[in-house]
């Protein structure tokens, strides 16, 4: 259940509570990414500590591995990874056709960039191509390989909400055909319109079976429905009526947009879904999409980003981000950050950060984790005070200012 | 300063207390391994909970990098690493030896097994020859390359010293010749006589120029020498008798051992060197050992046994050493052991244990070494109170006949 308790005025954006059967999540809210069962490497009690209110885990690795059932007799996500709070799952759709049919490596949230546009229209072509070579998609669902043995699978919408209900968490998401951002408009808008049938099956599917779950393990998992699209402005609206007009809990916003429009399509969207609902941005989560997203009405955010760039050296500051691998910093007896609380910059100076990165210390990893997502799920925090307080475009001059100068 | 609390009627086996000028190390006691300045995927607080007292850096290793000035700059190794305790260098001797001459991961502190005898013999050749080839030993010290880059360096006692009164631990070591496990007797006795000459000068060094680490840090140092003599009985004897009669704070029984020999090695080691210091045995810590080097008079272990092989998948047990990676812990949702009270035993099972491992989470090495750490601490502080008990004997048989069934 989502309770609004203040707006922005004139905007979308607003300050809410999401209640789960794990603990409530103020919002708007950073959600930590769990992809296999775990924060890549910090344990619970420090993923808490730093700040995280819920952990989001991922449906395409944890069919995987260890398997649904393997949670599902663990007692559930949150009992198997020993996190104390609300758990999110996504679909497994984005994987499923990012993993699955190998561009993975190569996909962004976000569309190539214009000066590239000529070779971007190629790379269009070749993508769709392997898309559909690596990856079978009919109406009933889609066939995509495993990517850690090439064995051959099949996820349906029914099957992914199966998957999703053994695995237990306070909030899933409805099974969604996920596109290259470089994908052509015909080829979104087929998807698109795909997705709307997935999304009605999957909430059919979840209605049905919710409540054999709910009974068993004592919880009613929220089910999200997922708005895609791509950048192209009549598709996402499209979406956003006809996903908006089911009865799902919450609303994801999925699939790739572009960067400069990022604004506006998250308004429009977002004023056409229904507005006491609950609405996460899937997969992004820089500090400029932080502000763009909260200002024009998203809730909750997930991203790799804060982790995966941490794991090579790559730390937020205030002024932007520095790269502690650097040999300036090896002779750097100062904190990251002066006034920054993380348990890494109350105990541990860049000289000694910078060491573990050239010395290969798995540490490394944990300290430069632990920094970065509570600079990320802190500056959301701060983004909710500033609502409250009423000061929300001067915490957003002020802070975009000093990060990108 | 040492202080014994009580003794093993009619062994050499005692409780005590080591006063350093960071804590008491309560004796006898298992030291944890941070070569580089970190416990491998452990947190400071971390290696605490699960009991540690102290942590042992390596000098060879910090030399190189981040180097023993930057170490000094941050306020010696333990503020260095956000260690509240204790803390030990080793001389860099057997890295020296062993990774600057490129034996490193064939090198072992016990010699090879007596039925591979004869192609022993050929493999003491080769090591000799490569030995020689890549170290060039002569009276001043040793010329060695780095394992990181290549590059060259020279380490003499005095170095070494010097190093190690920069990196600031607590417990440091005389510069010692560490020679292979296979290597014959006319080397050995040849080593261990250079050994004894390093010692002296080690220990005139460090009288010159401790007094200026103390006033500068307010730290004294104490300085161990080293016992070496290979397996060969009357070097050993003759070692301990030199090394003995100087002035040091404590010793460290170093060098390479027969396993069947060892009970008899470090009783007639003990029993020559003076009785009312502390004695540490380096780099040795199976469970057979831990008993076999208390009941003699060893008071402190190191070795990285415990977390090289947590990371491997393997896991100490009551019952002998378990590979958490098998598939048929996969399914299996009870603790690593029943009744252990460590971290990962309280909060998690072998199916997420094992699941970690199989998706290559970097978590799975911190829960993993976590529970051997504490296995390996917590059984010399059982065996430690098992003394004071005098229960010593019904620990040891009960304890090694569950272990090696």
Request: charged share 40%.
């Given at each position: 259940m989502f309770k609004i308790k203040k707006k922005l005025k004139n905007k979308l954006g607003r300050v809410g509570e999401f209640i789960t059967p794990n603990g409530i999540i103020e919002t708007p809210a950073f959600i930590v990414v769990?992809?296999?069962?775990?924060?890549?490497?910090?344990s619970p009690e420090q993923v808490g500590n730093l700040g995280a209110q819920a952990v989001l885990g991922n449906t395409y690795h944890l069919y995987l591995q260890p398997g649904d059932d393997i949670i599902k007799k663990a007692g559930g996500l949150n009992k198997f990874m020993n996190w104390n709070g609300p758990t999110f799952t996504d679909s497994g759709g984005f994987q499923v056709f990012s993993l699955g049919a190998g561009f993975g490596s190569n996909e962004n949230k976000f569309e190539f960039q214009k000066n590239i546009s000529n070779h971007s229209l190629n790379i269009s072509d070749k993508v769709q191509s392997v898309h559909t070579k690596l990856v079978k998609i009919n109406e009933d669902g889609v066939e995509f390989r495993s990517c850690i043995d090439g064995s051959r699978h099949f996820f349906t919408p029914e099957k992914s909400i199966e998957i999703q209900n053994n695995i237990g968490a306070d909030i899933i998401f409805a099974f969604d055909e996920c596109v290259s951002s470089s994908a052509e408009y015909n080829y979104q808008k087929e998807a698109m319109e795909r997705t709307h049938r997935w999304a009605k099956r999957s909430l059919n599917y979840n209605n049905n079976h919710r409540l054999e779950v709910q009974l068993s393990s004592g919880n009613k998992q929220a089910l999200f429905g997922i708005v895609q699209g791509g950048k192209f402005e009549d598709l996402r609206k499209k979406s956003a009526k006809i996903i908006g007009k089911?009865?799902?809990?919450g609303f994801g916003i999925g699939g790739s947009f572009s960067k400069e429009g990022l604004d506006k399509t998250l308004h429009f969207v977002n004023d056409l879904l229904p507005k006491e609902k609950i609405k996460h941005l899937l997969g992004i989560g820089e500090p400029s999409d932080l502000f763009i997203g909260i200002e024009n009405g998203i809730d909750s955010f997930d991203c790799v980003s804060p982790t995966r760039i941490a794991r090579t050296g790559m730390l937020y500051t205030k002024h932007g981000r520095i790269n502690?691998?650097?040999?300036?910093?090896?002779?750097?007896?100062?904190?990251?950050?002066?006034?920054c609380k993380c348990y890494t910059c109350e105990n541990y100076t860049k000289a000694y950060l910078s060491h573990l990165f050239r010395a290969q210390e798995m540490f490394a990893s944990t300290l430069a984790s632990i920094h970065n997502l509570y600079f990320i799920v802190n500056l959301v925090k701060n983004i909710r005070q500033s609502i409250l307080d009423e000061k929300f475009y001067e915490l957003k001059e002020e802070f975009l200012k000093k990060y990108y100068e």
């Open positions: 769990g992809t296999k069962a775990a924060v890549k490497s910090l089911m009865d799902f809990d502690i691998i650097k040999v300036k910093y090896s002779r750097d007896f100062s904190k990251i950050e002066d006034d």
